[in-house]
């Protein structure tokens, strides 16, 4: 059959699966909005979702001023304060987050596919799940061990080089645990 589009298809083996922790693999981003929730209700606020449109994808630090001062709640409560505030609730909650619906399934049938590598096809298929802190790693995954066992690496951004969101070059960094067959 012809190709009526006259688009050409170049599909090359998918080699490396990148996650993203929260939201994703795992149900935290509740968390973050529950404690804000518990923050602002001491000063009778309620958390609005325009503020956390204009927190997202900041540094916890810049967030945070954002979060003290749209809620207009500065008068009485540092950005640093809250950061060390959310912190201990988190800690608390983090331990109890489950798996995001399907994520067991994809993940087994990830590590599925690259434990049945064919001869010649020695690409390595990996899984990154990427997780900005180590400590709040931790905390998250004791319940899903299993599932976090079939993953390949874990990355972490190192603290002098904090990124509120994933590194544009995380593919860059991620080759260096890939064998030189795939280098491409």
Request: charged share 25%.
């Amino acid at each position: 059959m012809a190709n009526p589009s006259g688009v050409v298809s170049f599909r090359r083996p998918i080699i490396h699966v990148v996650f993203d922790m929260d939201g994703l693999l795992l149900d935290t981003e509740k968390f973050y909005n529950q404690v804000q929730e518990i923050i602002l209700a001491r000063y009778n606020k309620s958390f609005d979702w325009n503020v956390k449109a204009k927190m997202l994808g900041k540094k916890a630090i810049e967030a945070a001023r954002v979060f003290v001062e749209e809620s207009g709640i500065s008068d009485s409560l540092s950005a640093e304060q809250f950061l060390v505030e959310r912190e201990d609730m988190l800690e608390t909650l983090f331990p109890t987050c489950e798996l995001m619906p399907g994520v067991g399934r994809l993940v087994k049938h990830l590590h599925a596919k690259r434990s049945s590598n064919l001869p010649g096809n020695e690409s390595c298929f990996d899984n990154f799940p990427h997780s900005c802190h180590r400590r709040h790693f931790e905390l998250k995954i004791p319940r899903h061990r299993e599932i976090f066992s079939l993953l390949h690496h874990v990355v972490h951004v190192v603290p002098r080089m904090y990124f509120s969101q994933q590194p544009r070059d995380l593919r860059c960094a991620l080759r260096s645990y890939c064998s030189k067959e795939c280098r491409n």
